[in-house]
């Protein structure tokens, strides 16, 4: 009888020594799961997330504004101001650059309005996306003085028919201290048929935009405004 009960006794104490470093192995564990994922969570980059408010540059993100016109709305940056509208039958829409003191960027939102001799220094070609919406085709193109042929020999001359991406337009080959880039489509020149997703109406639009650095122009604004451009 006395063996029996050493042998039961020698077994429990056995299991029990198994359970103890069964627990210390569990608890190991779990204290080395927790040390990588805070390891990892101070090695992992912060993610910035940009809400509707904010346009992407590619290295930040920038505060907008969205205005809100009778049939249409477009965001600028904070940095952007609306100028006064000008009294006359052309419905046009102005915004500028603030930012800078030697003047900056100007953009210009003509609807329903014909300005097919506008001339060009370069083109952006667009389409309307189906959604009330407009949709780019590339980027802008470059100064069409570089691929322009004159019909004469007569330099800086405005108004030189040409096309970009096969989208007609006026080239303006004058010397100037700026650079006026337009949007263009397959719908005509200097225009883009955008369709109402609200009524169903067809608007015609012709956007601009003038920069003062003519060698290097930087598009990201236009690109954004266009992007945000949404018809009521």
């Known amino acids: ?10 077994d ?26 805070i390891g990892f969570k ?22 907008t504004h969205k205005y809100r016109e009778a049939d249409f709305s477009i965001d ?10 000008q009294p006359g039958q052309t419905q046009q829409y102005i915004w500028q650059d603030t930012s800078s003191p030697s003047g900056g960027a100007v953009m210009t939102v003509y609807e329903d309005t014909d300005l097919s001799s506008y001339p060009l220094n370069r083109l ?22 570089n691929f322009t042929t004159s019909p004469t020999s007569i330099p800086d001359q405005l108004g030189v028919s040409t096309t970009w991406e096969g ?7 004058r010397q100037q201290s700026h650079t006026v880039a337009g949007t263009g489509s397959k719908n ?11 009524t169903g109406r067809i608007h ?15 598009y990201t604004t236009f690109y954004s405004a266009l992007n945000s451009f949404k018809l009521n």
């Not at 101070?42 to 505060?63: E, F, N, Q, W, Y």
Request: aromatic content about 12%; proline content about 4%.
């Open 1 to 10: 009888m006395s063996n029996d009960v050493y042998r039961f006794d020698e």
């Open 12 to 37: 429990k104490g056995g299991h029990l020594r198994k359970l103890h470093w069964w627990l210390i192995a569990i608890v190991a564990a779990l204290l080395v799961g927790v040390a990588l994922l």
């Open 42 to 63: 101070h090695l992992k980059p912060d993610t910035m997330i940009s809400d509707s408010g904010t346009v992407g540059t590619g290295t930040s993100s920038v505060s």
């Open 76 to 85: 600028f940056p904070q940095y952007w101001t609306q100028t006064s509208r």
């Open 124 to 145: 952006l070609v667009v389409a309307d996306n189906n959604k009330g919406g407009l949709s780019l085709s590339g980027k802008v193109s470059p100064d069409c003085k």
């Open 167 to 173: 989208v007609y337009f006026s080239c303006d080959e």
């Open 188 to 198: 005509g020149i200097n225009e883009v048929d955008i369709k109402s997703p609200s």
């Open 204 to 218: 015609k639009f012709f956007f601009t935009y003038i920069t003062y650095n003519s060698t290097s122009p930087d």
